[in-house]
Nanobody
Framework: QAQLVESGGGLVQAGDSLRLSCAAS????????MGWFRQPPGKEREFVAA????????NYADSVKGRFTISRDNAKNTVYLQMNSLKSEDTAVYYC?????????????????WGQGTQVTVSS
């Protein structure tokens, strides 16, 4: 059974960096688009970043563009989210997601698999 497991979350100060990892198991996602979403306290889940199956197309939410970078290592079946210049408004539970199709997508209902989430807290 396919499984996504996030790691790398934690408590940091504003301006710090974190790198989240999402390790996939149970099947290969090398041809699948992968994405990161987040859910801030008391708010809806929102799109953060996505990468196509080939890794050639990357999309970002405006709020993280220029600060966050999504990447993937298909040999390790892992996707990463490098987060720099963190702000207090980045505080959220971050979720990794995968879809069967290779095209990246920005809406949660287009993804087929989800991780359990990892907490990121940025103190100001």
């Amino acid at each position: 059974q396919a499984q996504l497991v996030e790691s790398g979350g934690g408590l940091v100060q504003a301006g710090d960096s974190l790198r989240l990892s999402c390790a996939a198991s149970g099947r290969s996602f090398s041809n699948s688009a992968m994405g990161w979403f987040r859910q801030p306290p008391g708010k809806e889940r929102e799109f953060v970043a996505a990468v196509s199956g080939s890794g050639s197309i990357r999309n970002y939410a405006d709020s993280v563009k220029g600060r966050f970078t999504i990447s993937r290592d298909n040999a390790k079946n892992t996707v990463y989210l490098q987060m720099n210049s963190l702000k207090s408004e980045d505080t959220a539970v971050y979720y990794c997601a995968a879809r069967i199709l290779w095209q990246s997508a920005r809406t949660a209902n287009e993804y087929d698999y989800w991780g359990q989430g990892t907490q990121v807290t940025v103190s100001s």
